[in-house]
């Protein structure tokens, strides 16, 4: 039997086959992060959580700057990361910065494959969690975005990490605002130079939301506050730790959801990127920020918001301190993903200290219609409360989960939603993003392009990001079919098109043993998700000597993927021949195909394309 392979990759003149693509979204092959300073030095606990969605396990290497590598152990050097587990290495507190200075205290971690980081700084009495950013996502313009400091002893934090030698770094504080460069106070631009892994740690005694950061080379930022009362005035503080995105990583439409267990709600500042950016906000009166401008308001308990920009924004949220509702908890930081940077899979690791009892939960928001397909650790959210968005189609879930590793992911790759992790202990909290895509949503300079399947890019310019499956429907409704796709279709090996003779009166039991079937290999990503299936439809025509038979293949992978192809078969009764049969003449068919054998036809190319 003879075999038409099919695959799919877009290439530079538009064909489709299965090839690898680095996927804009935190997970990467390189990271470069570092730590800011916490309350209390001594006594802090630097801590990386790794994992993957590589199918084999991975070794994944952890170095530091020349200068500072000695004070990394060998145990911390390497750690071998497997999918759906968690695997924590200690960094030594020496790593965390201090004061303004320039230092050498970046950490850099790398593998062969992709993989996954979070990170987080505590202390007894002071934590907070971070999703880190790989190497290829990081820009050279950001705006920082934390909360104020309350105590002159106690000020919020700008942390820089050199990715490459000879950086020129550009910072400039909010209107009115001082900051602290390299021991100076500054209340305008001020250029510095970093190195590769060097870091800077910009302090103020204000607040340094909103200061601009522009570099001649990508650069890691990092932001929030040594340890805050949120508000001012009520006790107790927390560190507060996020890696701040690019700004061309912003988005325009957030779904922000109150924190469970507290009952004084958040707190929710909404950056500007660009002057003139009209924002809607639940419940709040239609604003309009500048460059670097914010605004601030608070969500209820169990009330959800829907926040829309004409322009890109970032958006922040706060859990409040301890004494708010006087829970067990305190403040944490957490930049909330825009929808439309929304992904379908997550795996997530509760960051808790040991010596302290937590309250760990998640939060889910995805579309009303598309809960029932949600699986976390591979189970079906029953008994679950869900919470409406108004203004949108989208709900939300806060949901109560145990300490460890769990994932959480939607049965369909087009079906997309979010995740935040957060956690509770006495004076403390961590709160983080599960992870997001990072695609560039700048629709000033969007060109729609065939792009790869699953290449985590808005091929389109409709402002979703891989939306589609590959199966002749418009799944998105913009009257394109199989355009920007969500994942890689199956690569399939058909069978040919072939003339069978068969040696007997029944031509089925010939037809079913030497027209073979299809031989399919799946994505990864498709395969964990459910088996691939195949099927066919025949349509027969009586030839005279036997019957013509025209099978349409159908391969449907787990995501949901359908490859199609066509055998043609000219299926001949040697019988037939033999009995001499009055009505036909089949001489002609007995010298072209003998009586007991089979030949195989032409070769038939099949080609697929990406119509976007």
Known sequence: MEILTVVFCVLSFGLVANCAVDVPDNSGKEFIIAFMDNAFESAVSLNLFLTTNYPSPIQVRISAHPSYLYRLPHRSRTANVRRGLITKVEIPNSFAMQNSSIEFKGVYLSADEEFILYGSNAESASLDAFVALPVDILGQEYIAGSYKSCADTRPALVGLIGVNNNTQIEITPPNGTDIIVMGRSKSSTTVITLNRLETIQIQ???????????????????????????????????????????????????????????????????????????????????????????????????????????????????????????????????????????????????????????????????KNSSKEDLRVDGAALNGVTWLTIPGTDFTAAQLSVTAGTHRIEHISPIQTFSVFSYGFARYVSYGYPGGLRLANLDVTKCVPNTGQPADGVDNDCDMKIDEELFNGIDDDDDGVIDEDLSSLPPEVDFPKDTVIVSGNASVTHTVTAEAGTPNATGSERCVAYRDITINFTDSINDNGCGMDIQRTWFVQDGCGNIVQATQNMSVYSSWKAFRGDPSFDCTAVLQKVGCNHSTAGRFKKSTYRDTA
Not at 300 to 321: E, R, Y
């Open 204 to 366: 103020s005694n204000s607040d340094v939301t909103g200061t601009r950061i522009n570099s001649s080379k990508p650069l890691a930022v990092m932001s929030g506050n040594e340890c805050a009362n949120i508000p001012c005035g009520v006790h107790a503080c927390d560190h507060l730790v996020e890696q701040m995105y690019p700004v061309d990583r912003w988005g325009y439409t957030f779904t922000v959801v109150p924190s469970a267990y507290r009952q004084s709600g958040d707190i929710i500042r909404v950056v500007g990127s660009t002057d003139d950016t009209v924002v809607d906000i639940t419940g709040v009166p239609r604003l309009v920020l500048h460059k670097s401008e914010f605004y601030e308001f608070k969500v209820l308990k169990d009330a959800p918001v829907f926040v829309n920009a004409s322009k890109p924004i970032m958006v922040l949220q706060f859990t409040q301190s301890q004494d708010t509702d006087h829970l067990r908890s305190d403040p944490y930081m957490m930049v909330v993903p825009a929808i439309e940077q929304f992904s379908s899979s997550y795996t997530i690791a509760t960051a808790n200290l040991p010596d302290k009892v937590y309250k760990n939960f998640i939060n889910i928001v995805i």
